[in-house]
């Protein structure tokens, strides 16, 4: 999958949130010094960041909201809840970009061409899956269009209030937890 080695980073990675700037950035220095390593040799290896686009699917002031089943490959992750879609950048993927555009159609349903709108890059070192991944998160409002999950043995969802998201507590994951606070502020809404 690809990534980026930390010190790469443009910018530094000494802070953690949402930044609703440096997409663009990020996205140049991956195309130019990122590459890509096997899974395994990385999961464990905060020096290298694991690049993950991340959509947010909104509905007006609905959002998109997903639990991870039993089935999922990271067992870190099952029975989590979670606001965004996505997954690593494969080699055949073409980058950044042919990487979202894979996931948005592996994991979920729609009869229409999303319109990627990039929020910003998220960073969270706070537990070890966060420490090794950088996401670039992006948000697509489904304007009323249905979606649905695609890979029903791995995830289950549908449209919910950002309130009864909110009142997961801890059994939202810790980068949809990050995305939801900059939904209440409006940072991530149309």
């Known amino acids: 999958m690809l990534g980026i080695v930390r010190a790469d980073v443009p910018g530094g990675l000494d802070w953690r949130g949402l930044r609703t700037h440096g997409v663009d950035e990020l996205l140049a220095a991956v195309a130019d010094v990122g590459e890509f390593r096997v899974r395994a040799d990385a999961e464990d290896d905060p020096g290298f960041q694991q690049i993950i686009p991340y959509v947010i699917v909104t509905d007006g002031p609905s959002v998109f909201l997903m639990r991870r089943l039993w089935a999922g490959a990271d067992r870190r992750l099952h029975d989590r809840r979670s606001i965004g879609v996505g997954g690593h950048i494969g080699i055949d993927d ?97």
């Open 94 to 190: 073409g980058g950044v970009a042919g990487g979202l555009a894979r996931e948005w159609t592996e994991e979920l349903v729609a009869a229409w061409v999303p319109e990627f709108e990039p929020v910003g890059v998220l960073n969270d070192d706070s537990d070890p899956v966060g420490a090794v991944h950088l996401g670039v998160v992006y948000r697509v409002e489904a304007a009323g269009r249905p979606v649905a999950i695609r890979e029903t043995h791995k995830l289950e969802g549908a449209f919910a209030s950002i309130d009864a998201a909110d009142a997961l507590g801890d059994r939202l994951e810790t980068w949809s937890r990050i995305c939801l606070d900059h939904l209440r502020s409006g940072v991530v809404a149309t």
